[in-house]
């Protein structure tokens, strides 16, 4: 399909999609508004095969150089989706356009963003804290080194990371993912500012650098509720980030707490303006978040091995329990 033929302004607007709207011939029928982001708007929609996410992206009012960037961003996002498969992204279900809308169909991903997650929970406890990490280092280090050519994911951000039921966690939305390299653009203000590394801002090549930033932004909205600010002194990131497991640390062992110590310093590491600063890979983070989770599990085995040995004192010495 030729995107390029639709130019924004030439099309008449089409009336706007709400719940019961039925599109494609019939084949899609619009069940409620799952999000909104810079482009455009993303529903719940009944599909032949199932229920599925689409994002619809109306472009009649826009501007050539507008439609030039959605153009690229749009193809990247769609050719990205099909061909990368990992849990942690969503699948592909193709793309389509109708008069000046573009649809881009894929799995529909069951859960609130993390965004939404803290909003309603408040700052994550530690295990949730260390699923986040676990998630997040490992669909990084798919995109960095496991694919054909490095990738860079571009915008990672709490509103672009949902919660699935099973609790792990996703990455939604590919609009600004890129090979390692390619040139950002700025014509449009298209990152996220407290979310994005701060040479982004200033244009020039993609690297592996700006996700390793965002994700470091992201822990610390994850443990504070808070977005970074770039003014904020690391030591005072360290302070608040202290408080945070302070509150949160009741049943968690010397050890494991130690470890997630480490863990989150490493973490805040990535926050450094300077991207030699920052820890050089993802897999630095995974070997920190591997020794937290070792530990922490030999302390949740050792705690049910205790409950199980004082329920047999109590079975040998006749009492009830
Ligand atoms: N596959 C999906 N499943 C469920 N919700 C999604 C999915 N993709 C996007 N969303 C929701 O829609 C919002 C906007 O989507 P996003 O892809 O981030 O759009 P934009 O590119 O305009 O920022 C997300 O923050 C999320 O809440
Ligand atoms: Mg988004």
């Known amino acids: 399909m030729n995107l ?45 095969s199932g229920l599925k996410a689409v994002k619809v992206v109306e472009t009649s009012d826009w501007g050539q150089e507008e439609y030039q960037v959605f153009n690229a961003m749009f193809m990247s996002e769609a050719s990205f989706l099909r061909t990368l498969s990992h849990p942690g992204i969503p699948k592909s279900d193709g793309f389509f356009a109708e008069g000046s809308r573009y649809f881009l169909m894929m799995e529909w991903l069951k859960g609130p963003t993390l965004e939404q997650y803290v909003e309603e929970e408040g700052p994550l406890f530690l295990d949730e804290f260390l699923g986040l990490v676990d998630s997040l280092t490992q669909v990084l280090g798919y995109l960095h080194t496991q694919c054909e050519g490095v990738i860079v994911f571009g915008d990672l951000k709490p509103a672009n990371i949902v919660r699935r039921e099973s609790g792990s966690y996703s990455l939604c ?6 090979f390692e390299g390619s040139k950002m ?22 690297h592996i650098s700006n996700d390793i930033y965002s994700l470091g932004a992201t822990v610390y909205f994850a443990l504070t509720g808070r977005e970074p600010e770039k003014t904020l ?31 989150i310093i490493l973490l805040l590491a990535c926050l450094d303006p300077d991207p030699n600063g920052r820890p050089p890979s993802v897999r630095t983070l995974r070997e920190a978040w591997q020794r937290t989770h070792a530990a922490r599990d030999s302390e949740l085995q050792e705690a049910s091995g205790q409950s199980t040995h004082s329920i047999m004192k109590h079975l040998y010495e006749g009492k009830k329990f």
Do not use: C, Y
């Open 4 to 48: 390029s033929l639709n130019i924004g302004g030439m099309v008449n607007k089409p009336q706007p999609i709400s719940p019961g709207t039925v599109l494609a011939g019939g084949k899609l029928k619009i069940l409620s508004r799952l999000g909104v982001g810079g482009f455009g708007e993303v529903f719940l929609a009944q599909t032949e």
């Open 173 to 178: 939305d590919l609009g600004l993912t890129s």
């Open 185 to 206: 653009s700025r014509k449009i203000a298209v990152f996220s500012p407290n979310f994005s590394a701060p040479e982004r801002a200033r244009g020039g090549a993609s």
């Open 233 to 263: 002194h690391v030591r005072e990131q360290e302070r608040l980030v202290r408080l945070a497991l302070e509150r949160q640390s009741e049943d968690w062992g010397r050890l494991a707490l130690h470890q997630i110590g480490n863990l």
